[in-house]
T-cell receptor, first 117, second 113 residues
């Protein structure tokens, strides 16, 4: 079964410093990976996805993610953190099944990013 | 373009009652997904509907059910409410296919007292 793991419950970083939020995956077949962000009492917002192609994926709000097949990782990064980046971040992977077209997303447990001024 | 809309925003019910949550997907999206986000438990997959049919179901008891209407909107019904059903219920929509991510609504906060 497909799965993702987010090993850190919380990441603390100072404003202006680079940030990394970690995600590792376990899939059979090609991985289709996603990152979402959730602000308090809100739904999830799409940041970026990896389907195929370049290992460095650029997304919304200056975020990017690096796909590493040998390490089965898909870490989220940003060169310079902002206080407004403080939120809950979820990594997700497409599940398989249903006639070849995948269906549900399986989410990690989430990582709370706290950016200090 | 309107996003995914969920109603109501908040819902307070008594244990044993029934709750009905509603979701309208983005125009053109045929798939609707329901997730439960309980405190400290991340996002738990509940149900997936596409073209009016239930395509997949998560590990939840049968008292969690739903349906999708011809206009692709959906409702989630929770019968015989229990205190642990208190959670944020998120609806998402997408076109059918593995290339697409989801667009989420803002959720319905269900509180069971």
């Amino acid at each position: 079964a497909q799965s993702v793991a987010q090993p850190e419950d919380q990441v603390n970083v100072a404003e202006g410093n680079p940030l990394t939020v970690k995600c590792t995956y376990s899939v059979s077949g090609n991985p289709y990976l996603f990152w979402y962000v959730q602000y308090p009492n809100r739904g999830l917002q799409f940041l970026l996805k990896y389907i195929t192609g370049d290992n460095l994926v650029k997304g919304s709000y200056g975020f990017e993610a690096e796909f590493n097949k040998s390490q089965t990782s898909f870490h989220l990064k940003k060169p310079s953190a902002l206080v407004s980046d403080s939120a809950l971040y979820f990594c997700a992977v497409r599940d398989g099944g249903y006639g070849g077209a995948t269906n549900k997303l399986i989410f990690g447990t989430g990582t709370l990013l706290a950016v200090q001024p | 373009e309107a996003g995914v809309t969920q109603s109501p925003t908040h819902l307070i019910k008594t244990r044993g009652q029934q709750a009905t949550l509603r979701c309208s997907p983005i125009s053109g999206h045929t798939s609707v997904y329901w997730y439960q986000q309980a405190l400290g438990l991340g996002l738990q997959f509940l149900l997936w509907y596409d073209e009016g049919e239930e395509r997949n179901r998560g590990n939840f008891p049968p008292r969690f059910s739903g349906r999708q209407f011809p206009n692709y909107s959906s409702e989630l019904n929770v019968n015989a409410l229990e205190l642990e059903d208190s959670a944020l219920y998120l609806c998402a929509s997408s076109p059918l296919g593995y290339l697409y991510g989801y667009t989420f609504g803002s959720g319905t906060r269900l509180t069971v007292v």
